[in-house]
Structure formats: C-alpha cells, structure tokens
C-alpha cells in the first residue's frame, strides 16, 4: 500500500490520530471482556446495529478521521474490519443477555476479526512511521533512500502495460534567489513548491526530494502526452505562486520540467537519465516550460552535469 502524498506535518498529525484511536479502542475492548466475563448489562451503543459507529474509536474514523489517511487504501480496510468486529461483538452481547451459552465457534469469530483489525492498523502505522523516517526534514517530500526502489516497483506495472512518466523539476535561477534573499527564504520557496505540488497531484502521484531545488515526480498511470498536460498546468500554476521577504517587492520563481515515460526494458536509472536530459533542453531553451524526451537528445548531457 502506497503512502498518499503527505507533508511531514500531516504524517505525524496522522499517525498520532491513530496512536489516540487505537487507545480508545484498547480501552472499549477491555470494557467488553468484563462485561462479557461478569454478564453485565451491555452499553445499548454496542448492541445497536451501529454499533461501529457509536465506539469512540468508530467516532474517529467516521466523523473526524486522519484526513490525510482518507486516499490510503489501509485505511478503507480497517473501517472493514472493524464494522465486522462489531458484528461479531454484538453478537456476543447479545448471546450474553439473553442467558444464551456464547459458542467456540462464535468468540472465535470475534477474535480472528479482532487480530485482524489490529494487523490492518498496524500495518498502516508501519508504513506512517518509515514514511517519516524518509522524508526530507525541509520539505516534507518523500527523500532518495527510497525513491529507486519506487520506482522499480513501478516499473512491474508498466511492464503490465499500465504507462508510467517520470518528470524532474528544477526551480529555475535558484541561487539568484539565495544570493538576493537570503537562505531562510530560498528555503521557504522549497518549501511552497514542493507543497504546492504534492497537494495538486493526484493522491498515488509521489514526489521525491531528488537534491537541492530539484524534484523527481512520479505520475503512474499516465502516459508522456497526459504527464505533459498535468505538468504544464504545474508550470503556469507555480509560476504565478508569490513569495515575500521583508522590505522588499513580493517575487516569483518558475520552474522547469523534462519529462519521460518509465520505460518497461532499460534500467530504472536509465530513464531518471532521460528526464535528466529533457531537463537540460527546457533549461536551454529558456526555462519556464516542460520538454518531453526524444531520441535527439541521447548524447545530451543531464541537467546536473552540465550545472557542474
């Protein structure tokens, strides 16, 4: 399951939500043990057909939720596994009640539902917490340590004949920027267009901290003439975005984009090469614009080579 596009920020919102949820969760369960075990009367929440929604867990995920957790297919599936739980839960209540003897077969029902709501929101945990483990501490976009293999499984799909482009970004005059603002501005320029960019891409779209002002995009199930119809938008919308420093005249920073399709028979670097490359013709034919790789370009040298 794939981490939706999320800022540091929203990573650690999300997983403390959770943390939180799970709490209450643990708490109800212990509630229903003793009610189950000392035949109490049941809370009448927990034996409506609602159920899941009443608990103070259901609560969370219902009515509040980790919002940034809503496009992340793990989260779908701890909502199904908890509706089930409760069912089962219910079940047993009721059983207990009415003085019914409650059946191996029907706690082993409750239990299995109960693990396996607990594998589905660890899982979702794990995959917050190496989230943040590699994000890019300025940006909050997903950093090189595992963008390769992203990439290559990525590339499992296009070989599956599901189309892939990948598009490296670079802002445009960067250092003129530094040199004119200062560092704490270049940074915060980063950092608005690097945002900017993950909340306008689709939620399985992943954007990586390639170095420096430069990003590599990932834009799976998308072909190069669709990638360079989302991407061109992206460079008239980032160019209009303002940014300010003290005592001076808000200002503006374009960007460039070279653009490939992550090819199913070449070598995952292979292609970051070529997107590299049409890269360095945006620059070179004036910057503000995407270029789409071409077979003309093969002896070019990559953006970041020629900077060097």
């Known amino acids: 399951?794939?981490?939706?596009?999320?800022s540091d920020e929203l990573v650690r919102v999300a997983l403390k939500e959770l943390e939180q949820a799970v709490y209450n969760h643990d708490q109800w369960a212990e509630t229903l043990y003793g009610t189950l075990i000392c035949r109490l009367t049941p809370d009448e929440r927990d034996i409506s057909s609602d159920a899941h929604h009443n608990c103070r867990f259901g609560q969370w995920?219902?009515?509040?939720?980790?919002?940034?957790?809503?496009?992340?297919?793990?989260?779908?599936e701890i909502g199904l596994e908890h509706e089930r739980m409760h069912r089962y839960a219910t079940s047993l209540l009721r059983a207990s009640t009415e003085g019914v003897p409650i059946s191996t077969k029907d706690y082993e029902r409750f239990?299995?539902?109960l693990k396996r709501l607990h594998l589905e929101i660890a899982t979702v945990q794990h995959e917050l917490e190496g989230a943040l483990l590699n994000l890019d501490p300025l940006t909050g976009t997903p950093n090189r340590v595992g963008m390769l293999s992203s990439l290559r499984e990525q590339q499992e799909y296009?070989?599956?004949?599901?189309?892939?482009?990948?598009?490296?970004?670079?802002?445009?005059?960067?250092?003129?920027?530094?040199?004119?603002?200062?560092?704490l501005i270049g940074d915060k320029v980063l950092i608005g267009f690097a945002h900017y960019v993950m909340a306008h891409l689709r939620p399985y779209d992943k954007v990586f901290r390639y170095g420096g002002e430069e990003f590599l995009i990932c834009l799976p199930n998308t072909d190069a003439q669709t990638g360079c119809d989302i991407v061109s938008r992206l460079t008239k919308e980032l160019a209009s975005l303002p940014f300010e420093a003290e005592g001076k005249v808000a200002f503006h920073v374009t960007v460039s984009f070279g653009l490939t399709a992550l090819e199913p028979?070449?070598?995952?670097?292979?292609?970051?090469?070529?997107?590299?490359?049409?890269?360095?013709?945006?620059?070179?034919?004036?910057?503000?614009?995407?270029?789409?790789?071409?077979?003309?370009?093969?002896?070019?040298?990559?953006?970041?080579?020629?900077a060097s």
Request: net charge positive; with cysteine.
């Open 1 to 6: 399951m794939a981490i939706p596009n999320l």
């Open 61 to 76: 995920y219902y009515k509040v939720g980790a919002v940034g957790l809503r496009n992340h297919p793990g989260f779908g």
């Open 111 to 113: 239990v299995t539902a």
């Open 158 to 183: 296009v070989r599956r004949k599901q189309a892939c482009a990948i598009v490296m970004m670079d802002l445009d005059h960067f250092k003129s920027v530094n040199d004119k603002y200062g560092h």
């Open 265 to 306: 028979d070449i070598p995952v670097e292979q292609s970051i090469d070529r997107a590299d490359k049409a890269l360095y013709v945006a620059k070179a034919r004036g910057r503000n614009r995407v270029v789409v790789w071409d077979a003309s370009m093969k002896e070019l040298p990559a953006e970041h080579e020629a």
